[in-house]
């Protein structure tokens, strides 16, 4: 039998390749690392923090029927607050309880779950309480499960604008030069790698609906969309995309207005389904604390008036493009989409900044125990598209080609070691300074002197408002 090379080159794509490369380095990691296996109860490395949160819903309405927590306050032994379910006390309601996060991600880990849970109940020797070994694990596979689907749709995204090799490019470098990858491989249940889809199915139904304005484009917009927010409220700047993706002047600024109120059935099936999504929580909210809309982080405020969009973007401690440099290019491909496809230029030119403003606002702008700039990693489905723009770009001479491959790929490398850097503590989870990042930069594990060099924030003041 005779292989036909010509049919073989001629089907083969190199963004085809990228995309099995990435569904193959999630899935070594994730039987690499085993956060599974890692610990049990309180060191448990999946079930943690604010996963404990986001998954609370799902034991409590599936496995122990309360939904009010009474059965984890009452049992504080096993559900204490170094474990496993961290009830909120309702201030104006005496022996009521919330949880702090909303249930946005228990409809994305719900699959899994019940995978999870029939699986521990009738196939193994693990119990079948809602935190065993089955659950941890199949909330990792729901992370890679969603991350490799998020990438499909972005590469068939990507490919209606630009050619395979600079899509090809462009998924690598979304995956293993950013963030993403760490919080897809070693935090896989946080929710910035479901938001990353997430923000990658919004724009894909965003574009469909505006290129063919069918109601089904619509209902994708809600849902997503109402997840998206239900996920994390301050991302409703998503709402953006669909109102300004190919807007190239005020003249299609104003057919745009004008084509979504000739199709208000449009508008009003994004809001219905929307607020479908919503409604669950906002139902939680008044059976348990009186309130339809009930504010859980209580000391925890946004200081508009002091943001610190400096440090967020350029600061040791947690700056995005200290840590995730590569994305420098996306933002100057925000600059040359403006003269070579001006489609992609004013959604991005006004999305960033405003997000830029209201994520680096918030009293904790460094979010916490988090390797690089957490809250930028779904913007990543959108940069997708600007450095596109900056690839295709560059690409157009040999010299271009050539010198921007090793610089990605210096910077993909750099992202790496960064990421095995955080892993085994050189890089501190909060505490960086310019001092502790230079002395162990060639060391994967801490030097001499890189612990002296620590700056452990204050968070006391910080939720006052006060710099720290």
């Given at each position: ?159 209606k604008y630009f050619k395979d090799g600079v899509v090809a490019a462009v998924l690598l470098i979304t995956l293993f030069g950013t963030n993403l990858y760490y919080y897809g491989s070693t935090e896989p249940a946080m929710s910035h790698a479901y ?274």
């Open positions: 039998m005779r292989f036909n090379w010509e049919y073989i080159k001629k089907k083969f794509s190199w963004s085809g390749l990228s995309l099995l490369i990435i569904a193959v380095a999630l899935i070594w990691s994730m039987f690499n690392i085993k956060l599974w296996k890692v610990g049990e109860k309180c060191t448990r490395a999946v079930i943690n923090q604010d996963v404990s949160n986001y998954y609370a819903y799902l034991p409590a309405a599936f496995i122990y029927k309360d939904l009010s927590f009474q059965f984890a306050v009452k049992d504080a032994q096993k559900f204490g607050a170094d474990c496993m379910i961290w009830p909120v006390p309702v201030e104006d309601k005496e022996d009521a309880y919330v949880i702090k996060m909303s249930m946005g991600l228990s409809y994305m880990y719900l699959p899994f779950f019940l995978m999870a849970h029939g699986y521990a109940y009738y196939l193994s020797d693990y119990p079948a309480d809602g935190f065993s070994r089955p659950y941890e694990f199949f909330l990792v596979l729901s992370s890679v499960f969603y991350l490799i689907l998020g990438f499909y749709f972005l590469r068939t995204m990507l490919l938001s990353f889809t997430l923000y990658v199915l919004f724009a894909y139904f965003s574009i469909l609906w505006i290129e063919k304005g069918s109601w089904k484009f619509s209902l994708g917009i809600g849902l997503i969309g109402g997840l998206i927010v239900l996920i994390r409220p301050v991302n409703i700047l998503v709402f953006v995309f669909p109102l300004l993706f190919d807007v190239k002047s005020l003249e299609d600024l104003k057919e745009r207005f004008k084509f979504a109120f000739s199709n208000y059935i449009h508008l009003l099936i994004i809001a219905l389904s929307g607020f479908i999504i919503l409604f669950p929580q906002l139902l939680f909210w008044k059976i348990n604390s009186g309130h339809w809309v009930y504010y859980s982080y209580s000391d925890e405020h946004f200081f508009f008036n002091n943001p610190h969009i400096l440090d967020g973007l350029f600061s040791y401690r947690k700056g995005w493009l200290v840590y995730t440099p590569i994305m420098i290019f996306a933002l100057i491909g925000v600059l040359i989409s403006y003269f070579k496809s001006r489609k992609f230029f004013w959604p991005l030119f006004i999305f960033l900044p405003i997000h830029f403003y209201v994520i680096f606002s918030w009293w904790c702008w460094w979010y916490g125990g988090s390797f690089g700039s957490r809250p930028m990693i779904e913007t990543y489905a959108f940069l997708a598209f600007p450095l596109a723009v900056f690839i295709s770009y560059i690409s157009k001479h040999w010299a271009g080609i050539v010198s921007f491959s090793l610089v990605a790929i210096l910077l993909t490398g750099l992202n790496l070691f960064q990421t095995a850097r955080y892993r085994y503590g050189s890089i501190h989870y909060h505490g960086m300074t310019k001092e502790s990042y230079w002395i162990n930069f060639w060391d994967r594990d801490p030097v001499p002197g890189y612990w002296e060099s620590i700056k452990e924030p204050d968070y006391d003041k910080a939720k006052k408002g006060i710099d720290t």
